[in-house]
Nanobody
Framework: QVQLVESGGDLVQPGGSLRLSCAAS????????MGWYRQAPGKQRELVAS???????NYADSVKGRFTISRDNAKNTVYLQMNSLQPVDTAVYYC??????????????WGQGTLVTVSS
């Protein structure tokens, strides 16, 4: 199982941008489907975006056109570029690693979370 460490959370004004990073340990990172989730105060954790081992991406409707997920397998890192941020995007953002059953399966890996606050 990979170990995940997020970084990049910060306080940003509405309309601003941030890039989150998630560094993974382990040699089979390339096989993982990686995702970014977020949890706002008083709300359930929700999927923001995901990217498969072959680069197929998926986004929540609320972030389509504003957020971009990408991965650099050479650096064992997944990114979330967030543009046009709004106060509703305020949340703790978590990195997730999911190994498909076809690649061995097992428990998902989670990072510790990084706080994004959008406020003027």
């Amino acid at each position: 199982q990979v170990q995940l460490v997020e970084s990049g959370g910060d306080l940003v004004q509405p309309g601003g941008s941030l890039r989150l990073s998630c560094a993974a340990s382990g040699s089979i990172f390339v096989l993982y489907t990686m995702g970014w989730y977020r949890q706002a105060p008083g709300k359930q954790r929700e999927l923001v975006a995901s990217i498969t081992s072959v680069g197929r991406t998926n986004y929540a409707d609320s972030v389509k056109g504003r957020f971009t997920i990408s991965r650099d397998n050479a650096k064992n890192t997944v990114y979330l570029q967030m543009n046009s941020l709004q106060p509703v995007d305020t949340a703790v953002y978590y990195c997730n690693g999911h190994l498909p059953a076809t690649a061995g399966g097992g428990l998902d890996a989670w990072g510790q979370g990084t706080l994004v606050t959008v406020s003027s």
